[in-house]
Antibody
Framework: QVQLQESGPGLVKPSQTLSLTCTVSGGSISSGFYFWNWIRQPAGEGLEWVGRIYTVGSTNYSPSLKSRVTISVDTSKNQFSLKLSSVTAADTAVYYC?????????????WGQGTLVTVSS | QTVVTQEPSFSVSPGGTVTLTCGLSSGSVSTNYYPSWYQQTPGQAPRTLVYNTNTRSSGVPDRFSGSILWSKAALTITGAQADDESHYYCVLYMGGGVYVFGTGTKVTVL
């Protein structure tokens, strides 16, 4: 059974770059027709889609974050990663990685447990 | 920037019916947006309830149903139960590989 696990620093200073990794276990990140997504949720607020990657390297990003976001994949490590630059307190959130079935389905069928990232000096 | 709007909250009696909606700040929601619905309880990751407008995810009770109503995506809970008390989010596919989540609805069962 495929599982996802986020990892990375829980505290990032303002203006620096947030970096998170999602490790896929129980299956290959390259098998099947799946997109690999990042979704975030500030405390007490709603979900925000950040972006996604397909294993051949094609990416899509939220228009509101596009200038600061980079998502990459390392198939040899069965991981995909998120980098968010020039962070502010508004980027403080629980960050989830999630598997999407297909390209336009909106079916995020497997989620990581989420990791809290706090932006503070 | 596109805003996907949902009612902030609803209250429903046990056994009752409630319909949540998911609309666009400008324009109508159609099946072309492949609306899907998620349920989230505190401290947990969301789980898929309905996708592609009206297809229930595996294991989801049939009291949850999706549709398009009055130019909005809709999620109806028929015969609400206590454990349906949760936050509910819709998500729309905007084209170009981009998704937008709705603002979320908190459903209270009492």
């Amino acid at each position: 059974q495929v599982q996802l696990q986020e990892s990375g620093p829980g505290l990032v200073k303002p203006s620096q770059t947030l970096s998170l990794t999602c490790t896929v276990s129980g299956g290959s990140i390259s098998s099947g027709f799946y997109f690999w997504n990042w979704i975030r949720q500030p405390a007490g607020e709603g979900l925000e889609w950040v972006g996604r990657i397909y294993t051949v390297g094609s990416t899509n990003y939220s228009p509101s974050l596009k200038s600061r976001v980079t998502i990459s994949v390392d198939t040899s490590k069965n991981q995909f990663s998120l980098k968010l630059s020039s962070v502010t307190a508004a980027d403080t959130a629980v960050y989830y990685c999630a598997r999407e079935v297909g390209a336009t389905t909106g079916v995020f069928d497997i989620w990581g447990q989420g990791t809290l990232v706090t932006v503070s000096s | 920037q596109t805003v996907v709007t949902q009612e902030p909250s609803f209250s429903v009696s046990p056994g009752g019916t409630v319909t949540l909606t998911c609309g666009l700040s400008s324009g109508s929601v159609s099946t072309n947006y492949y609306p899907s619905w998620y349920q989230q309880t505190p401290g947990q990751a969301p789980r898929t309830l309905v996708y592609n407008t009206n297809t229930r995810s595996s294991g989801v009770p049939d009291r949850f149903s999706g549709s398009i109503l009055w130019s909005k995506a809709a999620l109806t809970i028929t015969g609400a139960q206590a454990d349906d008390e949760s936050h509910y989010y819709c998500v729309l596919y905007m084209g170009g590989g981009v998704y937008v989540f709705g603002t979320g609805t908190k459903v209270t069962v009492l």
